[in-house]
């Protein structure tokens, strides 16, 4: 076990979990991954490895069939998920998000009928808020949702769904004028849907399109797709907690611990880039040494280390306090901020140690250079983070004068 990234207080149950995820992750994903991920190929088989290991459940509570585990075991297995590939835990983490905010804001019947499914993995969840013009403005959401009869009809295209094509339940978040008069907050006239459908591509419901992959930089194998709602009706029992304009809180809820979950994600890219760097360091000799021993990639090994433990620190802390019931946006906001930039750099550094062969793709580092600038917009972009901590931080301490 690496020396880097421990974390204290753990109990016998957590650690067995995490023995068992990094087990999994040395010798079911890592071997594989960059394979996968050169030719674009959902993680078929890895996915149904997480399913009997029970991960799609692992925050679910118990009485809906799944683990009752906390945020922070779940951040702890996300990390060790994304040191083998972090497309696989963006799988985990959108999944994640939906079933939290079942499980927080669902009327019964919705955890009822949800949640036990989601827990054995047989429902996988995606959420959906962005859209094409509006960028980290989500007040500016231009998607609706119009009430007609014992439903609603749903109109809009929505952006960057992880998983859209490989769900079964969409969590999407639209505008509803309904019972909110002109004038009223943008924010307070949102509701969040809970759309159900077939996996796939094309019009998989009627009203529901998800054209296809989208093309990225890194990321891949994971489908990032759109989705176009063309009067899509959606059952009034469908709206998440059974009431409208609570949709915007109910997703900032669940991109709050998503940023633990990104900030999980840069800690286990930016280890893995130092196991990489370390180990390159000492098979590759130059001036008749390993260039380990030379001064200069001792300093770069030295600081990459240190972040990667600054990093794992700062995101065990904002998992907690979201456990203990606390609000924890301050803590997620910086957690998310540091691991997503540490993460960019540990791998800069693991990449240049790597010389020219950093940039053959033969080599992992070369994979994990495309990947890491996803972290850095994921769940909110640095920007977005710094306004969230210098927000709180005013609040926190604000001069009486």
């Not at 990639?297 to 990093?311: C, D």
């Not at 950093?358 to 920007?383: V, W």
Request: charged share 25%; hydrophobic share 40%; with cysteine.
């Amino acid at each position: 076990m690496s020396r880097l990234a421990q974390t204290h207080g753990l109990t016998d149950v957590q650690r067995e979990i995490l023995s068992t995820v990094r087990d999994f992750v040395d010798k079911e994903i890592i071997p594989v991954a960059t394979g996968l991920e050169h030719r674009d190929e959902y993680p078929q088989q890895i996915v149904d490895g997480l399913k009997e290991l029970g991960l799609f459940g692992l925050m679910i509570p118990e009485e809906y069939g799944g683990l009752g585990e906390s945020l922070l075991t779940y951040a702890l297995c996300v990390e060790e998920i994304a040191r083998g590939w972090m497309s696989v835990s963006g799988i985990i983490n959108t999944h994640f998000i939906v079933a939290y905010m079942l499980k927080q804001h669902g009327t019964q019947e919705q955890k009822d009928h949800f949640l036990p499914r989601m827990a054995a993995g047989d429902i996988r969840g995606a959420f959906s808020m962005s859209e094409p013009a509006l960028g980290s403005d989500v007040s500016a959401i231009s998607s609706k949702a119009v009430k007609d009869g014992d439903a609603y009809v749903l109109n809009g295209q929505k952006m960057w769904l992880t998983n859209g094509g490989t769900s079964s339940l969409v969590a999407v978040l639209v505008r509803s004028d309904e019972g909110h008069p002109e004038g009223t907050a943008p924010h307070k006239s949102m509701t969040t849907f809970l759309v159900e459908k077939e996996p796939g591509f094309g019009e998989v419901r009627p009203g529901l399109t998800i054209p296809g992959k989208i093309d990225k930089m890194g990321y891949k194998g994971v489908d990032t797709t759109e989705l176009i709602m063309d009067g899509l009706r959606v059952p009034a029992d469908r709206v998440l907690g059974g009431v409208t304009g609570r949709g915007f809180y109910q997703m900032m809820d669940g991109v709050e611990v998503g940023r633990v979950n990104v900030a999980a994600r840069g800690c286990g890219v930016a280890h893995r880039a130092f196991e990489l760097g370390v180990r390159y360091a000492q098979q590759r000799h130059t001036f008749g040494k390993q260039i380990a021993q030379h001064q200069a990639i001792q300093f770069k090994l030295a600081e990459m280390a240190t972040k990667v433990e600054a990093a794992h620190a700062m995101m065990v802390n904002a998992a907690r306090k979201k456990d203990s019931g606390e609000r924890n946006d301050l803590e997620a906001g910086m957690a998310k901020y540091l691991a997503s930039e540490y993460c960019k750099e540990v791998v800069e550094d693991a990449f240049r140690i790597h010389g020219g062969y950093g940039f053959s793709k033969e080599y992992e580092i070369e994979r994990l250079y495309r990947e890491a600038p996803m972290l850095l917009i994921g769940e909110g972009t640095a920007e977005i983070q710094k306004m969230i901590i210098g927000r709180r931080l005013l609040e926190e301490y604000r001069f009486q004068g």
